[in-house]
Protein backbone atom coordinates (compact mmCIF):
# COMPACT_ATOMS: atom_id res chain seq x y z
CA UNK A 1 0.00 0.00 0.00
CA UNK A 2 1.14 3.59 -1.51
CA UNK A 3 0.05 6.85 -0.12
CA UNK A 4 1.08 10.01 -1.51
CA UNK A 5 -0.34 13.03 0.03
CA UNK A 6 -0.97 15.83 -2.22
CA UNK A 7 -2.64 18.08 -0.83
CA UNK A 8 -2.51 19.52 2.66
CA UNK A 9 -2.23 22.72 5.14
CA UNK A 10 2.10 21.99 5.23
CA UNK A 11 4.45 20.26 2.74
CA UNK A 12 6.87 17.69 2.75
CA UNK A 13 8.50 18.82 -0.13
CA UNK A 14 9.73 22.32 -0.15
CA UNK A 15 8.72 22.16 -4.04
CA UNK A 16 4.89 21.78 -3.61
CA UNK A 17 2.10 24.58 -2.83
CA UNK A 18 0.96 23.99 0.69
CA UNK A 19 -3.25 25.46 1.33
CA UNK A 20 -5.99 24.74 3.00
CA UNK A 21 -7.49 21.22 2.42
CA UNK A 22 -6.43 18.06 2.20
CA UNK A 23 -6.14 14.76 -0.70
CA UNK A 24 -4.24 11.80 -0.75
CA UNK A 25 -3.81 9.15 -3.74
CA UNK A 26 -4.05 5.54 -2.58
CA UNK A 27 -2.53 3.26 -4.39
CA UNK A 28 -2.99 -0.63 -3.79
CA UNK A 29 -1.60 -3.50 -5.36
CA UNK A 30 -4.02 -5.36 -7.47
CA UNK A 31 -7.08 -2.46 -7.01
CA UNK A 32 -7.91 0.25 -8.71
CA UNK A 33 -6.01 3.42 -7.90
CA UNK A 34 -8.01 6.15 -5.56
CA UNK A 35 -7.85 9.48 -5.06
CA UNK A 36 -9.15 10.28 -1.51
CA UNK A 37 -10.18 14.03 -1.79
CA UNK A 38 -9.61 16.84 -3.91
CA UNK A 39 -8.26 19.40 -1.87
CA UNK A 40 -9.51 23.09 -1.94
CA UNK A 41 -8.44 24.79 -5.17
CA UNK A 42 -7.92 22.92 -8.32
CA UNK A 43 -5.04 24.84 -9.61
CA UNK A 44 -2.43 24.04 -6.74
CA UNK A 45 -4.14 20.82 -7.21
CA UNK A 46 -3.30 19.53 -10.35
CA UNK A 47 0.29 21.81 -9.67
CA UNK A 48 1.07 19.14 -7.45
CA UNK A 49 0.42 16.32 -8.67
CA UNK A 50 2.30 17.67 -11.55
CA UNK A 51 5.68 18.09 -9.48
CA UNK A 52 5.07 14.39 -7.92
CA UNK A 53 4.51 12.93 -11.42
CA UNK A 54 0.68 11.94 -10.87
CA UNK A 55 -1.42 12.00 -14.49
CA UNK A 56 -4.32 12.71 -13.65
CA UNK A 57 -5.80 11.03 -16.09
CA UNK A 58 -4.68 7.80 -14.83
CA UNK A 59 -6.58 7.52 -11.28
CA UNK A 60 -9.04 5.24 -11.45
CA UNK A 61 -11.56 6.64 -8.74
CA UNK A 62 -12.14 9.09 -6.58
CA UNK A 63 -13.46 8.93 -3.19
CA UNK A 64 -15.03 12.02 -1.18
CA UNK A 65 -14.83 11.76 2.45
CA UNK A 66 -17.56 14.93 3.02
CA UNK A 67 -18.78 18.03 1.64
CA UNK A 68 -16.98 21.14 2.47
CA UNK A 69 -15.08 23.19 0.34
CA UNK A 70 -11.14 22.00 1.09
CA UNK A 71 -12.17 18.53 0.50
CA UNK A 72 -14.23 18.85 -2.49
CA UNK A 73 -12.73 22.23 -4.18
CA UNK A 74 -10.46 20.47 -6.54
CA UNK A 75 -12.72 18.30 -7.82
CA UNK A 76 -13.98 19.93 -11.18
CA UNK A 77 -10.49 21.04 -12.44
CA UNK A 78 -9.69 17.49 -11.46
CA UNK A 79 -12.69 16.20 -13.42
CA UNK A 80 -11.75 18.36 -16.64
CA UNK A 81 -8.69 16.08 -16.44
CA UNK A 82 -10.26 12.70 -16.08
CA UNK A 83 -12.89 11.62 -18.21
CA UNK A 84 -13.16 8.30 -16.48
CA UNK A 85 -13.31 7.89 -13.10
CA UNK A 86 -16.00 6.55 -10.69
CA UNK A 87 -16.89 8.74 -7.65
CA UNK A 88 -17.61 7.50 -4.09
CA UNK A 89 -19.56 10.06 -2.04
CA UNK A 90 -21.34 10.22 0.93
CA UNK A 91 -25.28 11.18 0.47
CA UNK A 92 -24.88 14.74 1.84
CA UNK A 93 -22.72 15.26 -0.67
CA UNK A 94 -24.35 16.56 -4.02
CA UNK A 95 -23.66 18.77 -7.43
CA UNK A 96 -21.78 16.20 -9.82
CA UNK A 97 -23.44 14.96 -12.47
CA UNK A 98 -23.09 12.87 -16.08
CA UNK A 99 -21.01 10.82 -14.19
CA UNK A 100 -20.65 7.85 -12.84
CA UNK A 101 -21.27 8.85 -9.09
CA UNK A 102 -22.03 6.23 -5.95
CA UNK A 103 -23.44 7.41 -2.65
CA UNK A 104 -22.43 4.97 0.38
CA UNK A 105 -24.72 5.50 2.98
CA UNK A 106 -23.77 2.27 5.01
CA UNK A 107 -20.41 0.41 5.29
CA UNK A 108 -19.51 -1.32 2.45
CA UNK A 109 -16.90 -3.14 0.71
CA UNK A 110 -15.92 -1.10 -2.62
CA UNK A 111 -13.05 -3.59 -3.38
CA UNK A 112 -10.84 -6.72 -2.35
CA UNK A 113 -9.25 -5.15 1.07
CA UNK A 114 -10.61 -1.87 0.37
CA UNK A 115 -14.08 -0.61 1.78
CA UNK A 116 -16.10 2.84 3.39
CA UNK A 117 -17.52 3.49 6.52
CA UNK A 118 -20.45 4.81 4.70
CA UNK A 119 -21.57 8.07 6.11
CA UNK A 120 -21.27 8.66 9.67
CA UNK A 121 -23.08 11.13 11.80
CA UNK A 122 -24.98 12.61 8.36
CA UNK A 123 -21.63 14.29 7.68
CA UNK A 124 -18.86 11.94 7.05
CA UNK A 125 -17.58 8.64 5.32
CA UNK A 126 -14.00 7.25 5.66
CA UNK A 127 -11.68 4.85 3.73
CA UNK A 128 -10.19 1.70 4.88
CA UNK A 129 -7.44 -0.41 3.32
CA UNK A 130 -7.06 -3.70 4.73
CA UNK A 131 -3.19 -4.59 4.95
CA UNK A 132 -0.71 -7.22 6.00
CA UNK A 133 -1.08 -5.34 9.01
CA UNK A 134 -3.71 -4.59 9.58
CA UNK A 135 -6.33 -1.64 8.25
CA UNK A 136 -5.34 1.58 7.60
CA UNK A 137 -8.09 4.36 7.94
CA UNK A 138 -7.94 7.41 5.49
CA UNK A 139 -9.69 10.24 7.09
CA UNK A 140 -11.16 13.67 5.74
CA UNK A 141 -11.94 15.71 8.83
CA UNK A 142 -13.07 12.98 11.44
CA UNK A 143 -16.34 15.04 11.71
CA UNK A 144 -17.72 11.57 13.39
CA UNK A 145 -16.64 10.81 16.87
CA UNK A 146 -13.50 9.10 16.30
CA UNK A 147 -14.71 6.41 18.42
CA UNK A 148 -17.60 5.91 15.50
CA UNK A 149 -14.97 5.80 13.15
CA UNK A 150 -12.82 3.38 14.84
CA UNK A 151 -15.88 0.66 16.06
CA UNK A 152 -17.29 1.21 12.51
CA UNK A 153 -13.86 0.46 10.94
CA UNK A 154 -13.10 -2.40 13.13
CA UNK A 155 -16.01 -4.47 11.33
CA UNK A 156 -13.59 -5.01 8.96
CA UNK A 157 -10.77 -6.04 10.98
CA UNK A 158 -7.69 -5.31 13.40
CA UNK A 159 -6.69 -1.15 12.70
CA UNK A 160 -3.31 -0.76 12.33
CA UNK A 161 -3.19 3.39 11.78
CA UNK A 162 -4.86 6.49 10.78
CA UNK A 163 -4.27 9.14 8.43
CA UNK A 164 -5.65 12.21 7.27
CA UNK A 165 -7.43 15.27 9.49
CA UNK A 166 -8.37 15.00 13.17
CA UNK A 167 -10.12 18.17 13.72
CA UNK A 168 -10.46 18.88 17.39
CA UNK A 169 -9.80 15.29 18.47
CA UNK A 170 -8.47 14.57 21.68
CA UNK A 171 -10.00 11.39 23.40
CA UNK A 172 -5.92 10.61 22.53
CA UNK A 173 -6.56 6.63 24.76
CA UNK A 174 -8.23 5.50 21.56
CA UNK A 175 -5.00 5.20 19.99
CA UNK A 176 -3.33 3.32 22.21
CA UNK A 177 -3.65 0.41 20.19
CA UNK A 178 -3.22 1.87 16.70
CA UNK A 179 1.00 1.78 15.32
CA UNK A 180 1.09 4.71 13.02
CA UNK A 181 -0.97 7.53 13.14
CA UNK A 182 -0.40 11.01 10.59
CA UNK A 183 -2.45 13.55 11.60
CA UNK A 184 -2.97 16.00 9.04
CA UNK A 185 -4.63 18.71 7.53
CA UNK A 186 -7.18 20.40 10.31
CA UNK A 187 -6.09 18.29 13.65
CA UNK A 188 -5.71 21.04 16.46
CA UNK A 189 -3.78 18.54 18.73
CA UNK A 190 -0.94 17.46 16.24
CA UNK A 191 1.81 18.40 18.38
CA UNK A 192 0.37 16.33 21.83
CA UNK A 193 -0.26 13.83 19.60
CA UNK A 194 3.29 13.48 18.47
CA UNK A 195 4.36 13.93 22.37
CA UNK A 196 2.42 10.50 23.36
CA UNK A 197 2.86 8.82 20.39
CA UNK A 198 6.51 9.47 19.07
CA UNK A 199 7.19 5.88 17.92
CA UNK A 200 3.75 6.10 16.33
CA UNK A 201 4.08 9.46 14.51
CA UNK A 202 4.67 9.98 11.25
CA UNK A 203 4.82 13.78 10.21
CA UNK A 204 2.87 14.52 7.01
CA UNK A 205 3.07 17.66 4.38
CA UNK A 206 2.25 17.69 0.66
CA UNK A 207 5.12 15.19 -0.40
CA UNK A 208 4.97 12.79 2.11
CA UNK A 209 4.74 9.08 1.03
CA UNK A 210 3.92 6.34 3.04
CA UNK A 211 4.44 2.70 2.65
CA UNK A 212 2.89 0.21 4.36
Same mark, same amino acid.
Given at each position: ?????????????????????????? =?? +????????????????????? +?????????? %???????????????????????????????????????????????????? +????????????????????????????????????????????????????????????????? %??????????????? =??????? =??????????????
Amino acid at each position: MKITIIYDNTVFRKDLQADWGFSALV =EV +ENVPSILFDTGGNGKILLSNM +EKLGIDPSSI %DEVFISHAHFDHTGGLTDFLAKNKRAKIYVPPSFHGVTGRDVIPIPQPAKIH +ENIFSTGQLEGIEQSLGVKTDKGIVIIVGCSHPYMGTILDTARQFGKIYGIIGGLHGFSDYELFW %DLELLCPVHCTQHIA =ELKRLYP =EKYITGGAGKVIEI
